[in-house]
């Protein structure tokens, strides 16, 4: 019987490091741990600016004293989610005010004129 090792019919056998099946899948492997290392990376500063930014507006007493002009009266006062709406009448026109209840900050103010003496 002939040894077929010695008659050069048999390929020769590469290394599992050198094929190309394993360099592309070290190479995946390397993408997808860099792309992680990036996610991780951008999860980080995301905490970092959301601890560190501005302080949120808040209502530190828990109390907000709002003041009308002189002979202004208050008609109605709806909330409306986290918004107070005023409406408001007095010589001058009518009013409409809106409050955030959040922070006690006014949000809108719209006005109509007196209605025109005869």
Do not use: W
């Not at 190479?27 to 501005?54: H, K, Q, S």
Request: hydrophobic content about 50%.
């Amino acid at each position: 019987m002939a040894d077929l090792s010695d008659s050069g019919t048999t390929p020769p056998v590469r290394p599992a490091k050198q094929t190309a099946a394993y360099r592309a899948a070290l190479a995946a492997v390397i993408l997808l741990g860099l792309l992680i290392l990036i996610a991780l990376g951008a999860l980080v500063v995301g905490f970092i600016m959301r601890a560190g930014g501005r302080p949120h507006d808040s209502v530190a007493s828990g109390a907000v004293q709002l003041v009308l002009a002189p002979d202004m009266n208050i008609v109605s006062a709806d909330v409306s989610g986290d918004r107070l709406v005023l409406r408001l009448h007095g010589p001058a026109g009518d009013e409409i005010d809106i409050i955030d209840t959040g922070t006690g900050r006014l949000v809108a103010k719209m006005r109509t004129a007196a209605p025109p003496r005869r």
